[in-house]
């Protein structure tokens, strides 16, 4: 056997689906501190923002959060962000790591014009992620602030671990509830709240996730990631994002090649959810066929999904074959193995009485 | 945990347990240890011919997949086909969980092949630790 994969980051502690399964059922914590913060502030703000941005940040109210996503002018894809609106005139981009001095660039480069500031502060915080049904009920322990009234996609200030200010956001990557906090980077502050997390979850079983875990909860939620399900070469519509794009709200970075696409007759190609009803694992980059053989597309995200127990994958495959219920074959080590379109995402969590 | 000192090994990460023509083969520790969470392996045919340096199957982790390179030229005997539903067996105690037993064509190509001392030198190596 050769060739482990090259990751620079812990992939797992102590153990991938013990992790994975941990943020299904109890709580994890992730350091996510490879994300990077782009802060835009000043008058200009919005109207950069609108610009920048795909979804419609004027529907924000202060402490408010929107998926969106930063689009070249041909409607493909520069990065997928959360807008985090702080007030009228102040904006906060969080942004991938791996495309994190290129989205700087871009952000000041297209807010030029704008009357705004844009800083890169990813430096600055230490991002921990607090993921899993047990998410509230451990940083509860360590923070003044009601988390009951911070709603999915809200975020607040308040002190956690004894830091004042801190930025506590009801979000995440993991298709479950969950919080994200930015604390200061410095190693000794960083490795304390860590402790105090990893103390306060430690009766919900909490344990730390790598970036393996990352990957697969992601995935069962559907959640796209970039270089994969979105890029460059891929517009708004093939991915999906539909729902996240405002193409009503006025024109921004990519509105006009999107609204070629939609009266050129919508996308040619579309990500699909596939499970594979044969025995086979689908990984990235497999060759997605149909039943006679002929190349109809690629696996962008595929592994076992260790919750739903499914071997699933997201993949682009033109749009006659996009259907829920199409069968098509991932070719899997030179054979081909069947699969099944299925309706995405894969795993949604349980709805839970007490929250709104 | 200890190599077997009567087994050899392969730089692939690869155990062998020569008994004269006959041996078992399995994946060792550190290549468990550095795959995860085992979820599939791809197991040979018995009466498949074997050849050394060759991929014989391959063992797949939630995280990745990687191939099977045979320790040594041979005939499948046998298959363990309780990693069929069992994969994590590997993960559990590695050096016991075997994949294939293989009737040795030239039982001295094993002379060749790392001893017990030598891969754990070999994996520290590779690892930098």
Redesign the interface.
């Known amino acids: 056997m050769v060739d482990f994969g090259g990751w620079d980051m812990p992939v797992e502690y102590s153990g991938l689906i013990a992790e994975h399964m941990a943020v299904r059922t109890g709580v994890g914590v992730f350091d996510v501190s490879h994300m990077g913060d782009i802060q835009l502030r000043g008058p200009g703000s919005l109207g950069a923002v609108q610009h920048i941005s795909m979804n419609d940040a004027a529907r924000l109210q202060a402490g408010q959060a929107q998926y969106s996503a930063m689009l070249y002018p041909e409607g493909t894809f520069v990065d997928d962000i959360i807008v985090h609106k702080f007030s009228e005139n102040d904006y906060l981009f969080v942004i991938n790591a791996g495309t994190r001095e290129k989205d700087y660039e871009w952000v000041r480069a297209q807010a030029r014009g704008f009357d705004c500031h844009v800083s890169d502060y990813s430096d600055y915080y230490t991002q921990l992620a607090i993921q899993g049904p047990r998410a509230q009920e451990t940083l509860q322990k360590l923070t003044n602030v009601d988390l009951s009234k911070v709603k999915f996609y809200w975020f607040t200030w308040g002190t956690v671990c004894g830091l004042p200010n801190t930025l506590i956001a009801r979000t995440g990557y993991t298709g479950e509830d969950g919080f994200e906090i930015y604390i200061p980077s410095d190693e000794a502050t960083s490795e304390r709240v860590w402790n105090e997390v990893m103390a306060a979850g430690a009766e919900f079983g909490i344990l730390p996730c790598g970036l393996g875990a990352r990957n697969t909860l992601r995935l069962e939620a559907a959640l796209s990631l970039y270089g994969h399900e979105i890029s460059e070469s891929i517009n708004v519509f093939e991915a999906g994002l539909d729902r996240f794009c405002k193409l009503e709200k006025g024109a921004f970075l990519g509105s006009s090649a999107l609204q070629g696409v939609l009266d050129a007759g919508g996308p040619t190609r579309k990500l699909v959810g596939l499970e594979v009803v044969e025995r086979g694992i689908a990984r990235d980059g497999y060759r997605v066929m149909d039943l006679s053989g002929n190349a109809i597309g690629s696996v962008t995200s595929g592994s076992p999904a260790p919750f739903l127990k499914k071997n699933i994958a997201l993949a682009y495959v033109p749009r006659s074959f996009a259907e829920v219920g199409t069968e098509v074959a991932v070719e899997i080590r030179n054979s081909p193995v069947k699969a099944v379109v299925v309706p995405l995402p894969f795993y949604k969590k349980p709805k839970k009485a007490t929250q709104s | 945990m200890a190599y077997p000192a009567n087994y050899r090994y392969t730089r ?3 155990w062998i347990d020569v008994n004269g023509k006959a041996a078992t083969v399995g ?1 060792t520790e550190h ?1 468990q240890d ?4 085992i ?2 392996v ?1 197991l040979p045919k018995v009466g498949d011919k074997v050849e050394k340096g060759k991929v014989f199957g ?12 045979a320790p040594a030229t041979g005939t499948v005997t046998a298959i363990n086909e309780e990693l069929t539903t069992t994969p994590e067996k590997i993960n559990a105690d590695a050096h016991t969980a075997w994949i294939m037993k293989i009737e040795l064509s030239d039982p001295s190509e094993i002379d060749a092949l790392l001893t017990a001392a030598d891969y754990e030198t070999y994996t520290k190596e590779e690892t930098g630790h």
């Open positions: 692939e990460h690869e994946i290549a550095s795959l995860g969470d979820v599939f791809e391959s063992v797949e982790s939630v995280k990745a997949v990687s191939d099977l390179y």
